[in-house]
């Protein structure tokens, strides 16, 4: 897709940290609706929604993509979206949803449009509590 | 010949009928998208515009600082709990761990207003 972008690619489903963006919100219906505009966090509203469990679970936060730091990086893409694209069927519309980041999302920048319409079906954490301790 | 217990409606021909009518992407899709699913309400829209007012730009900050304090707030309270989430806090796509692990931090590489 768009690789010509030369500003640093972000990522959709990063941690919840200092300096992330949150940039999406887990809705009762399970999937993920999006912010309009880049909103950075702060280690309150960390705090705050851990309250209800770790923040990846029910909230999506973007950051820089670390490319080679990351465990999901094969060297020159990542294979989240990869993977999820080869298992879900992009969600049918239309219009794509607004996105703080989508021109320089990794997962926007590797399977265009497409990477829209399964992104609300990403959730960045689905261990157990008893996983994750 | 077996006696056919199951008065109900076959749920192989249901999902069949289901993805069929393209309703049913994949068994997991099927799993996740119950009836007990809850529409998402309008999304809310904010919009703070001073209009002719001129403020100096230290209260503007404090003035900015206050308001995305709220809206983080706010975000955090909008924030759906575990037990309102039908089928667990995660529809339970594929079990895909996306969360990066083992990176190290990142600092100052922030990017504002993309997209």
Not at chain 2, 34 to 51: E, F, H, N, S
Not at chain 2, 66 to 77: E, G, P, S
Request: hydrophobic share 40%; net charge neutral; charged share 25%.
């Amino acid at each position: 897709m768009d690789e010509s972008d030369s500003r640093p690619a972000l990522c959709p489903s990063a941690k919840a940290e200092p300096g992330a963006a949150v940039i999406g919100v887990l809705g009762p219906d399970g999937r993920v609706g999006y912010l309009r505009d880049w909103l950075e966090i702060d280690q309150q509203f960390i705090d705050d929604v851990s309250r209800e469990g770790r923040p990846e679970q029910r909230y999506r936060f973007a950051n820089n993509c670390v490319e080679h730091h990351c465990a999901q990086w094969d060297g020159c893409k990542c294979t989240i979206i990869e993977r999820v694209s080869e298992a879900l069927t992009p969600i049918e519309e239309h219009s794509l949803q607004p996105c703080a980041i989508r021109t320089a999302c990794r997962w926007f920048r590797q399977k265009g449009p497409d990477a829209c319409r399964l992104c609300p079906m990403v959730i960045t954490d689905t261990r157990d509590e008893a996983d994750a301790a | 010949m077996p006696e056919n217990k199951d008065k109900g409606p076959d749920r192989r021909t249901l999902i069949a009928a289901a993805a069929a009518a393209g309703a049913v992407a994949s068994p997991l899709v099927a799993q996740a998208a119950g009836p007990a699913m809850a529409r998402k309400p309008p999304p809310t829209k904010i919009q703070v515009d001073l209009g002719g007012i001129s403020l100096p730009p230290a209260d503007a900050e404090a003035l900015q600082s206050q308001i995305r304090r709220a809206v983080l707030d706010a975000i955090a309270r909008a924030g759906v709990k575990a037990n309102e989430v039908p089928h667990g806090l995660n529809p339970g796509w594929l079990g895909i761990v996306v969360r990066p692990v083992q990176i190290p931090q990142v600092q100052g590489a922030k990017t504002h207003g993309v997209g």
